[in-house]
């Protein structure tokens, strides 16, 4: 078999993702403004340097700027829309407040059923907001049983994950994967098509963050989750 060498368009967009992940790895840069950037980038490359998709030119502005209306995007979106609906309407707080009281007398239950509420609801509503909205009462629940953050939060975002994967919009990768093989005239994937290897890999998944995971995590607290006592001093003049 003969692979043909890269095209120099091929080669400069290499560059790019290179540079873009190098930029999103560094705090200085906003994520914004880099990704905004390798756009325009993007664009000026092939609007300079025309480049043909199967003997058609391609129109770098639709081309690229096309992308933002895709399906997936889109979904990841409304998702994140509906998960922070979520998070200010308090709908979740009933549960989540039940775990925080539960975690006190029966912590290593509490965990396994804080790692099932992640991953259950991460399959209808994505991961990532679910994330986002158990972390701050997550971290409260440290602070109180006086453990370390690391030990419940790492193992609740993996178990999103698990819980993610087995739908096509519980996790963004799904959602690409979905919207690239209709894209292709592939089969159509259905919403539950992922849920039986899903459960094979979760199964395991779910035993080892709740039984060894935690053992492996670090024990040390951040220094702002630590309990320190602060004196406040304060003068009010009363006219």
């Not at 399959?123 to 602070?143: D, S, Y």
């Amino acid at each position: 078999m003969i692979i043909e060498p890269l095209s120099l368009h091929a080669i400069v967009v290499m560059v790019f993702t290179i540079v873009g992940l190098y930029l999103f790895s560094r705090d200085w840069v906003p994520i914004e403004t880099t990704g905004l950037g390798i756009l325009v980038a993007m664009v000026s490359l092939f609007y300079f340097f025309p480049y043909d998709l199967n003997g058609i030119p391609i129109e770098p502005a639709y081309f690229f700027v096309s992308s933002f209306g895709h399906e997936a995007l889109v979904t990841i979106c409304a998702l994140l829309a509906i998960g922070k609906a979520i998070e200010i309407s308090g709908s979740l707080q009933p549960l989540i407040g039940f775990l925080s009281r539960s975690w006190t007398k029966h912590p290593k239950i509490s965990f396994l059923g804080v790692l099932f509420f992640g991953a259950f609801f991460s399959a209808f509503i994505n991961n990532t907001p679910i994330v986002v909205i158990l972390i701050p009462a997550l971290i409260a629940v440290a602070r109180k049983a006086n453990v370390s953050s690391s030990k419940i939060l790492m193992p609740m975002g993996m178990a999103t994950l698990i819980g993610g994967m087995s739908t096509t919009i519980g996790t963004s990768t799904n959602l690409l994967v979905v919207g690239i093989s209709h894209d292709m005239g592939l089969q159509e994937i259905q919403l539950f098509d992922f849920v039986v290897p899903a459960l094979i890999a979760g199964t395991i998944g779910m035993g080892f963050l709740w039984l060894v995971a935690p053992r492996y995590l670090s024990d040390k607290q951040p220094r702002e989750s630590r309990n320190v006592t602060r004196l406040f001093e304060a003068i009010l003049h009363v006219n």
